[in-house]
Structures are given as C-alpha cells and as structure tokens.
DNA sequence: CCCATTCTTGAACGATCATTCAATAAGGAG
DNA sequence: CTCCTTATTGAATGATCGTTCAAGAATGGG
C-alpha cells in the first residue's frame, strides 16, 4: 500500500556497484552514491539504512551476477577444460573494471563477518562449479587425475584474484593471458 | 644545525607502514597514524607534507624491504627452484599481515602515478631477481627451457599476489601451500 | 653564551563526512 | 473522494576529516 518508490531498488544498487567497485567503500561518499544511483539522499538512508547497508547489498548483488556468469561460462562449453579456458577468458576481458570481491577482501580482510558470509556463500558456490569442471576436465584426460579437487578450484579461483590484480597493477592483456595459461598447465 | 627531530624517520615510516597495511589509505586516520607512529601532528606534517606523503613514504619503505627479502631469499638457496620455493614459503608464513604493494594496487589501480612509479620500481626490480632464478632453475632441468622468461615470471610474481588474497580472505595455509605448489606446477 | 633555526605541543581551523529533520507530494485502500 | 502510509525534496545536524596556527622548548653554530 501507500506510494511506490520512484527507482529499481536492483538497478539503483547496480549502479551503488560500480562505484564501490571503483573507489572501495571508504573512498566512496555519500554524495558519490546519491549521484551515481539517481536517487535522493533520504531514499537511500529510507531503503538501505546506511551507508553499509548499500555495500552490503552492493556485494550481495555483484557476488550473485558474478557466480552465475562463471557457472553460464563453465557450462556453455562441450569439454569442461574449455568451459575453464572461457571462464579466464571472460575474466581477461573484463579486467579493466574493478571486482568488489577482491576489493571487499583487501579493504576489510576478515573483520566484518556481515562481509565474510556473503563472500563465503559465493564462495562455496564457486568452488562447488569449479570443482565440477575440474572433475569433468579430469574424466576427459585434460586435467591430471591424481590432484585434490579443492585445492586445485581454490588455485583456479585464486587465479582469477590474481588476474584482476595485475591487471588493476597496470600489466597488459599478453601477461593476463600468460597467468591463465600457466595456470592451467599447473592442473596439467 | 638546530634541533634535531627526536624519533627516527624510518622507524615512524614503518609503523605507519603497518597501519596502511591493515587499514589502507582512505580507512587510515591523520590521528590513527599520529597514535601508531608515536609522534606529535605537526611532526608528521612537517617531515611529510601531508597524509598522502606518509603514505607514499610508506610505500616506498615496503616495497624496498619485500624487494630485499625477495631477493635475499631467492640467493640463499643452492638450487634456484628451492629458492623458489623457499619465496613462496616466507610469502605463506608473513600472509597474516596485509601487503601495502597489494592494497595500493587494488585501492588505488593506476590513477597516481606517484603510486604507480614506486610500485612499477619494485616490480622491474622484482622482475630480474625472479627472472634470474627461472633462469637458473631451467638450466638447472628444474623448470621447462621452453618457457617465456617475462611471463613465467610475471606469473610467479602474480601469485604472490593471489597467496596474500587468499590469505586474507580467510583461506587455511593448506590452500596457501597448494597454490604455491600448482605455481611451480606450470611452469615445470 | 647566545641567537637562529628547527622541533614539539596543544588548540583551532574550515571542509567534508555520514546521517537526519521537517515539510511536501503522491499513490493505494476503504 | 479521503485518509493513511510511504516517497521525495532540500536544508541542517553534529562528528570527524585533514590540515594549520601560535607559542614554547631545545639544540648546534658562531
């Protein structure tokens, strides 16, 4: 009842995203977020309460999208070790923009476990799809058969982290690339 | 001539150096650095302009130190592979505490060029020691001789950078460890 | 010994921060 | 249509931010 708000609660914190992904969440204010979103200041404190509350739902929503697409990547292929190759590939490509997971992680580490259950939910569900490839990679002869499954989708998915660093450090798509290639032949 | 400063430089640079790690740049206060360095407001900002001159000296100071250790570390080995291996173990053992090189990259990506002549710096310099020993680990059959030697190391260097995520995000030191191991996997 | 210079101390500065108040506008239920 | 609830608007809040001013303390050169 009563009157409906004027926004997409989704596409507003969508755009809250962006933003965070760039400036992390202490380089962002209030204002920043007011402009970015299109929405007034006191709708912002009404829908999210504060400001952790738009990085809370920022990250939630970004950790989703993102999981989703590296599930859609790893399965759209015939062979899993494709499906593994698209998934760094897509990675290489949109490495320009910055990935609030890994911001998230290195600007608060361990200390707020609001962060941290949201990070490890997208977390098991990572790890759950890239162990599955692993698996299926393994079963087709592409991937040794003697290594321990999670410690070989937590090195894919470290590999993921350490792509998106280089590539905010400046190094060009050849290095990128050579990361996920190395990478790979590790799982060899 | 005239009075001399009654702390040392260097000492107040590390210990501001430790704050930024934990908290980087925009989470760290002119008063959190004022409590941790032990000196007076106006000392700080005497000697270094301003917070962001802190912060650059800061970075400096640490990229310097990880370059040594980097290096010593790498030499004290006879075998350049157990060098290797011997980096990643010191990177595992320290991953407790935040690296400043990482969360400068990741807070700030190119935008500084401050930032990014210290940091760049270090990585060449980085770059040869590393390259040095993939070198030597190939003519010493421990690494394959067909690989190339800038992205071998680059990736080597990057994982270094994925070792300090994982830790932070909450990762066990087994994980850590496997990621070192499936590094030198790829290049063997 | 004394003066010029620099360091330290402690209070203060304006600016910006996140957040909220008060008032107006608008839609849905009855 | 009317009323209750909620959204929007715009100004204002106190707190904290980075930074600086003013005054006193201390040292080395002459």
Same mark, same amino acid.
């Given at each position: 009842?009563?009157?409906?708000?004027?926004?997409?609660?989704?596409?507003?914190?969508?755009?809250?995203?962006?933003?965070?992904?760039?400036?992390?969440?202490?380089?962002?204010?209030? @204002?920043?977020?007011?402009?970015?979103?299109?929405?007034?200041?006191?709708?912002?404190?009404?829908?999210?309460?504060?400001?952790?509350?738009?990085?809370?739902?920022?990250?939630?929503?970004?950790?989703?999208?993102?999981?989703?697409?590296?599930?859609?990547?790893?399965?759209?292929?015939?062979?899993?070790?494709?499906?593994?190759?698209?998934?760094?590939?897509?990675?290489?490509?949109?490495?320009?923009?910055?990935?609030?997971?890994?911001?998230?992680?290195?600007?608060?580490?361990?200390?707020?476990?609001?962060?941290?259950?949201?990070?490890?939910?997208?977390?098991?569900?990572?790890? @759950?799809?890239?162990?599955?490839?692993?698996?299926?990679? @393994?079963?087709?002869?592409?991937?040794?058969?003697?290594?321990?499954?999670?410690?070989?989708?937590?090195?894919?998915?470290?590999?993921?982290?350490?792509?998106?660093?280089?590539?905010?450090?400046?190094?060009?798509?050849? @290095?990128?690339?050579?990361?996920?290639?190395?990478?790979?032949?590790?799982?060899?």
């Amino acid at each position: 009842m009563a009157r409906p708000k004027e926004f997409e609660v989704e596409i507003a914190v969508a755009k809250a995203a962006s933003v965070f992904r760039e400036h992390g969440y202490e380089g962002t204010s209030a @204002q920043m977020l007011v402009d970015a979103m299109g929405i007034g200041r006191q709708s912002l404190y009404d829908t999210f309460g504060d400001k952790w509350g738009v990085y809370r739902a920022a990250l939630t929503h970004y950790c989703h999208n993102e999981c989703s697409a590296h599930r859609d990547t790893l399965h759209h292929a015939e062979r899993a070790i494709d499906g593994i190759r698209a998934m760094f590939a897509r990675v290489v490509e949109r490495s320009s923009e910055g990935c609030l997971g890994l911001g998230s992680i290195v600007e608060f580490g361990c200390r707020h476990s609001e962060l941290t259950e949201i990070r490890d939910r997208s977390g098991r569900f990572l790890m @759950q799809v890239v162990s599955d490839a692993v698996s299926r990679a @393994q079963a087709e002869g592409d991937l040794s058969g003697e290594l321990n499954r999670d410690h070989a989708s937590g090195f894919l998915i470290s590999a993921i982290a350490s792509i998106r660093v280089a590539a905010r450090g400046g190094a060009p798509s050849s @290095q990128l690339k050579a990361i996920a290639d190395f990478t790979i032949r590790g799982l060899r």
